[in-house]
T-cell receptor, first 118, second 117 residues
Framework: SAVISQKPSRDICQRGTSLTIQCQVDSQVTMMFWYRQQPGQSLTLIATANQGSEATYESGFVIDKFPISRPNLTFSTLTVSNMSPEDSSIYLC???????????????FGPGTRLTVL | AQKITQTQPGMFVQEKEAVTLDCTYDTSDQSYGLFWYKQPSSGEMIFLIYQGSYDEQNATEGRYSLNFQKARKSANLVISASQLGDSAMYFCAMREGRNNAGNMLTFGGGTRLMVKP
């Protein structure tokens, strides 16, 4: 199966600053997704990122707060802007439609970025 | 209404015994997919098993099997011969829609499984 990596793995940031999280896949994928997991909670989809088009955001998430880039089929970034303590979460990217993998409709997740905002 | 319900916030199981984690779902779509993920304390989400709504056989992957009861809209995960390393959060998720691929996953609240030595 494909290898998905995220950078940074964790960070501690000051309120009002921004952090960009990178997601790298070692094979080309069509769909990439960004999820947020607040402490003790389940996962919530932030947005879907397709190469060559604007990201599609879920209700409650806006581009100004969570700008996303998808410059090619193996890479995406999520920025958490003007952070507040409420943004402290694990942020996970996931990918789908892995070429050559038997479970072509399964979503696989990166290792996550654990963000703490002070 | 909740689309995915996991009624067991926490469970204990004795090492080497089997355990069933419950998951019920709500959808009006005929075509959907059901997933189970494991999340250890490190935070990564590990894919365990997938069941398509049209799959006639229950999915199995090693020690994991999915007890799929379509009429009851349940997709329980069965872990056989529990190991200490199975201690983690377990999430049930569903993807709806005619074209399963490319649609978002909706997650349940999770079940924390603790394996006792």
């Amino acid at each position: 199966s494909a290898v998905i990596s995220q950078k940074p793995s964790r960070d501690i940031c000051q309120r009002g600053t921004s952090l960009t999280i990178q997601c790298q896949v070692d094979s080309q994928v069509t769909m990439m997704f960004w999820y947020r997991q607040q402490p003790g909670q389940s996962l919530t989809l932030i947005a879907t990122a397709n190469q060559g088009s604007e990201a599609t955001y879920e209700s409650g998430f806006v581009i100004d707060k969570f700008p996303i880039s998808r410059p090619n089929l193996t890479f995406s970034t999520l920025t958490v802007s003007n952070m507040s303590p409420e943004d402290s979460s694990i942020y996970l990217c996931s990918v789908e439609d892995l070429q050559g993998h038997p479970y072509t409709d399964t979503q696989y997740f990166g290792p996550g970025t654990r963000l703490t905002v002070l | 209404a909740q689309k995915i319900t996991q009624t067991q916030p926490g469970m204990f199981v004795q090492e080497k015994e089997a355990v069933t984690l419950d998951c019920t779902y709500d959808t009006s779509d005929q075509s959907y997919g059901l997933f189970w993920y494991k999340q250890p304390s490190s935070g990564e989400m590990i894919f365990l098993i997938y069941q398509g709504s049209y799959d006639e056989q229950n999915a199995t992957e090693g020690r994991y099997s999915l007890n799929f009861q379509k009429a009851r809209k349940s997709a329980n995960l069965v872990i056989s011969a529990s190991q200490l390393g199975d201690s983690a959060m377990y999430f049930c998720a569903m993807r709806e829609g005619r074209n399963n691929a490319g649609n978002m996953l909706t997650f349940g609240g999770g079940t924390r499984l603790m394996v006792k030595p």
